[in-house]
């Protein structure tokens, strides 16, 4: 048994330096990589968790946002009804006062309306009344022999089956406003002895004026009366302008 | 193998240094490794290939059976039981080539591989607890303890080479006199059985001398954070 102390020597040299060899070419670049590409992985990872973070940051500002819109939203929609509701009344309120006055105004001017037309009635009246006294007081004859002759007048313009109807019919009567005196009744006679006939004598007040021959047959209107009565109905079939 | 494991031959003489054969293989052996290493480390890139694979996949084990038995950085100890580990591998399936003779084989090269191993006991013991601090670890518990202390430490490291030794040289002694005795290919399922049992002791060398060293550098306690951080990139 030997042992060879250059070989020895030789090999310790030879594991240094292998040693030496394999740390920079082999270990140190093979742990350089490694380490690299952990740091990178970290690196990955932790921009993953940053943005990670950061879209769960944006997420929740979103949500935020959106919750603040919809408040905003809620809010202008509230003040946009509470301003309707005002704008309602107010114009609700505005309709009822215009309305109210509309009513007061067409009350007024019915009134007025009324008024006008009593005092329009009323002058109309006057200007009747006076076109109707007028009218009848021009008309009529001034005394009895003046209705006397108007009445034989109208006898003698009747056809003769119609005068002969009237003066044969029964109850003739010659009606006049107030009594007549022994002249005028002489004076009636005498005009109507002509036509042959003996009528009764009547006083009837509401003829104002004028004599009227009537019988069951018919009747002669000529008074004042029947003049009025006339001018009347005339009038009122002019319309009322 | 020769007629004696003990014996070396030389393979030629530089002066009056004779160079032997297994300093010659341990050269080869570090001429491959250095240009494999060289070759497959120079195009390293985020995305590995299978031989960046492989080589990461080495790192990373080594990496964490370091930390598992040693806290702190693996870093430190990385190069050196990682260099270990692999020329003790290489120069175990070394004799896979016809002719060649395991350098491990030799009890020269496995002298100074242990003889490596403490000396790194020794500095990172130092380097650890201080120099005083190392050498009152030996009257640990007692002073009674400081022979037995002694004669663990080179014992220990004397067990560490016999067996790496042992197993190799035997392993590659049976193999050639089977060689001799039954002709080509009955040796092979004894090599196959050689190459598991080369890793096997590559295995334990490494590990043992990770616990060696290991266990100076455990008696001062963790290292600090920024030690570690300085010696990351060592």
Same mark, same amino acid.
Not at chain 1, 169 to 186: E, K
Not at chain 2, 53 to 75: F, K, M, N
């Given at each position: 048994?030997?042992?060879?102390?250059?070989?020895?020597?030789?090999?310790?040299?030879?594991?240094?330096?292998?040693?030496?060899?394999?740390?920079?070419?082999?270990?140190?670049?093979?742990?350089?990589?490694?380490?690299?590409?952990?740091?990178?992985?970290?690196?990955?990872?932790?921009?993953?968790?940053?943005?990670?973070?950061?879209?769960?940051?944006?997420?929740?500002?979103?949500?935020?946002?959106?919750?603040?819109?919809?408040?905003?939203?809620?809010?202008?929609?509230?003040?946009?009804?509470?301003?309707?509701?005002?704008?309602?009344?107010?114009?609700?309120?505005?309709?009822?006062?215009?309305?109210?006055?509309?009513?007061?105004?067409?009350?007024?001017?019915?009134?007025?309306?009324?008024?006008?037309?009593?005092?329009?009635?009323?002058?109309?009246?006057?200007?009747?009344?006076?076109?109707?006294?007028?009218?009848?007081?021009?008309?009529?004859?001034?005394?009895?022999?003046?209705?006397?002759?108007?009445?034989?007048?109208?006898?003698?313009?009747?056809?003769?089956?119609?005068?002969?109807?009237?003066?044969?019919?029964?109850?003739?009567?010659?009606?006049?406003?107030?009594?007549?005196?022994?002249?005028?009744?002489?004076?009636?006679?005498?005009?109507?002895?002509?036509?042959?006939?003996?009528?009764?004598?009547?006083?009837?007040?509401?003829?104002?004026?004028?004599?009227?021959?009537?019988?069951?047959?018919?009747?002669?209107?000529?008074?004042?009366?029947?003049?009025?009565?006339?001018?009347?109905?005339?009038?009122?079939?002019?319309?009322?302008? | 193998?020769?007629?004696?494991?003990?014996?070396?031959?030389?393979?030629?003489?530089?002066?009056?240094?004779?160079?032997?054969?297994?300093?010659?293989?341990?050269?080869?052996?570090?001429?491959?490794?250095?240009?494999?290493?060289?070759?497959?480390?120079?195009?390293?890139?985020?995305? #590995? @290939?299978?031989?960046?694979?492989?080589?990461? =996949? *080495?790192? +990373?084990? $080594?990496?964490?059976?370091?930390? %598992?038995?040693? #806290? @702190?950085?693996?870093?430190?100890?990385?190069? =050196? *039981?990682? +260099?270990? $580990?692999?020329?003790?591998?290489? %120069?175990?399936?070394?004799?896979?080539?016809?002719?060649?003779?395991?350098?491990?084989?030799?009890?020269?090269?496995?002298?100074?591989? %242990?003889?490596?191993?403490?000396?790194?006991?020794?500095?990172?013991?130092?380097?650890?607890?201080?120099?005083?601090?190392?050498?009152?670890?030996?009257?640990?518990?007692?002073?009674?303890?400081?022979?037995?202390?002694?004669?663990?430490?080179?014992?220990?490291?004397?067990?560490?080479?016999?067996?790496?030794?042992?197993?190799?040289?035997?392993?590659?002694?049976?193999?050639?006199?089977?060689?001799?005795?039954?002709?080509?290919?009955?040796?092979?399922?004894?090599?196959?059985?050689?190459?598991?049992?080369?890793?096997?002791?590559?295995?334990?060398?490494?590990?043992?001398?990770?616990?060696?060293?290991?266990?100076?550098?455990?008696?001062?306690?963790?290292?600090?954070?920024?030690?570690?951080?300085?010696?990351?990139?060592?």
């Amino acid at each position: 048994m030997s042992f060879d102390w250059v070989t020895f020597g030789f090999q310790i040299v030879n594991v240094l330096l292998l040693l030496a060899i394999l740390r920079y070419f082999l270990f140190r670049p093979v742990a350089n990589v490694i380490a690299r590409r952990q740091a990178e992985t970290d690196a990955a990872l932790e921009a993953v968790e940053k943005a990670k973070a950061e879209a769960k940051a944006a997420t929740q500002k979103a949500q935020a946002e959106a919750d603040a819109t919809a408040a905003a939203r809620q809010d202008v929609l509230d003040q946009a009804r509470k301003d309707a509701e005002a704008e309602r009344l107010a114009l609700l309120e505005k309709a009822h006062a215009e309305a109210e006055k509309i009513v007061s105004d067409g009350h007024a001017a019915h009134e007025r309306n009324i008024h006008e037309n009593k005092a329009q009635q009323m002058a109309r009246v006057r200007d009747l009344a006076a076109a109707i006294a007028e009218r009848a007081l021009t008309a009529q004859p001034q005394d009895v022999g003046s209705y006397l002759s108007r009445l034989v007048a109208s006898l003698q313009k009747m056809p003769p089956t119609e005068r002969g109807a009237l003066l044969k019919g029964g109850n003739l009567t010659l009606m006049s406003a107030a009594p007549l005196s022994d002249s005028d009744l002489a004076l009636v006679k005498s005009a109507l002895a002509p036509f042959e006939i003996n009528p009764e004598f009547s006083v009837a007040p509401q003829l104002i004026a004028g004599l009227e021959l009537q019988s069951d047959s018919g009747a002669i209107r000529n008074s004042l009366a029947h003049d009025l009565e006339q001018i009347t109905e005339a009038m009122r079939d002019d319309g009322p302008d | 193998m020769g007629a004696s494991p003990f014996n070396v031959e030389t393979a030629f003489s530089i002066g009056p240094l004779g160079v032997t054969w297994p300093v010659v293989v341990t050269w080869v052996i570090m001429a491959v490794l250095a240009a494999g290493s060289f070759l497959i480390t120079r195009q390293l890139s985020l995305k #590995p @290939g299978r031989a960046q694979a492989v080589l990461e =996949l *080495i790192v +990373t084990t $080594l990496d964490s059976e370091i930390r %598992a038995t040693v #806290p @702190g950085d693996p870093a430190r100890f990385r190069p =050196l *039981i990682g +260099t270990l $580990l692999i020329f003790i591998l290489a %120069a175990n399936w070394s004799s896979l080539v016809p002719g060649v003779e395991p350098p491990t084989a030799h009890l020269e090269t496995d002298a100074a591989l %242990a003889v490596i191993v403490f000396a790194a006991s020794i500095i990172w013991g130092i380097r650890s607890l201080g120099v005083g601090g190392w050498l009152v670890s030996f009257v640990r518990p007692s002073w009674f303890m400081l022979p037995l202390n002694l004669v663990g430490q080179i014992t220990r490291h004397f067990s560490l080479m016999i067996r790496l030794f042992g197993n190799v040289m035997s392993g590659a002694f049976i193999i050639s006199i089977v060689l001799s005795l039954a002709g080509l290919l009955v040796p092979i399922p004894l090599m196959a059985l050689e190459m598991l049992t080369g890793a096997v002791q590559a295995y334990i060398f490494a590990t043992l001398a990770l616990v060696f060293v290991g266990s100076a550098v455990n008696e001062a306690g963790p290292p600090p954070e920024t030690q570690q951080k300085e010696e990351t990139h060592d």
